[in-house]
């Protein structure tokens, strides 16, 4: 069985390093790739196809933006089962609060370099708990282009996705600040979790995991 992991915006593997798998399991992880101009979510998600082997049984786990490419991906390619991790299953699982960004357009006036701009609030907001975590963000928030973090916050407050596919697995923390879990239906709540708990829990998700990928093996 092959995994596909999908970090969160703008991050890359290591969000996952900290997970421990069974040698058995074979893990790739799907790099983000630069956004063409005006590119749709659908069509950005066919060009990430080209890093997916499909012509054998694949899961796919995503965390955040992740989650929301993976339940995309979904709509393509049939993997056995689409895992999605502190992210949300339809557009109605949005908080409250970025659907009024959305309505008033806020994010489409905020010129790109804000987003790429580093405060320490986000840690409180992405829930970090360690210096190593806090490092990460940074570094994710400034190695991302302008362009591809507009792009991103524009797609996750408008993405028009109604349904949730049949095949999803959604594990969700109870202290989650970017998606509120009051919001959504997840399948497994980790008490105190936080944006980041696929790194700082990672225990208890790499045991989710194992157990979920053994049953569908």
Not at 171 to 188: A, E, W
Not at 191 to 198: A, D, F, R
Request: hydrophobic letters at 40%.
């Amino acid at each position: 069985m092959t995994v596909y992991f999908i970090s969160g915006q703008a991050a890359d593997e290591t969000l996952f390093e900290n997970l421990v798998l069974p040698s058995y399991i074979n893990v790739h992880h799907v790099h983000w790739i630069e956004p063409l101009k005006k590119e749709s979510l659908s069509n950005y998600c066919k060009r990430l196809l080209q890093q997916i082997d499909t012509s054998n049984d694949f899961v796919l786990v995503g965390v955040s933006l992740g989650g929301i490419v993976s339940v995309e991906l979904n709509k393509i390619v049939q993997p056995k089962q689409t895992i999605i991790i502190s992210s949300i299953a339809t557009k109605k699982e949005l908080r409250p609060l970025l659907k009024i960004v959305r309505s008033l357009r806020i994010h489409k006036i905020v010129p790109g370099i804000f987003y790429k701009w580093y405060s320490p609030i986000l840690n409180w907001y992405f829930g970090t708990e360690t210096e190593r975590e806090k490092e990460l963000l940074k570094r994710y928030t400034q190695s991302a282009t302008s362009n591809y973090m507009k792009w991103a916050v524009n797609e996750i407050l408008n993405w028009q996705n109604e349904t949730r596919p049949g095949n999803l697995f959604h594990i969700h923390g109870t202290k989650d600040r970017i998606f509120p879990y009051r919001y959504s239906h997840p399948d497994i709540l980790i008490k105190g979790g936080t944006h980041l708990m696929v790194h700082n829990r990672a225990n208890e998700i790499s045991r989710i995991l194992v157990e979920r990928l053994n049953r569908i093996s």
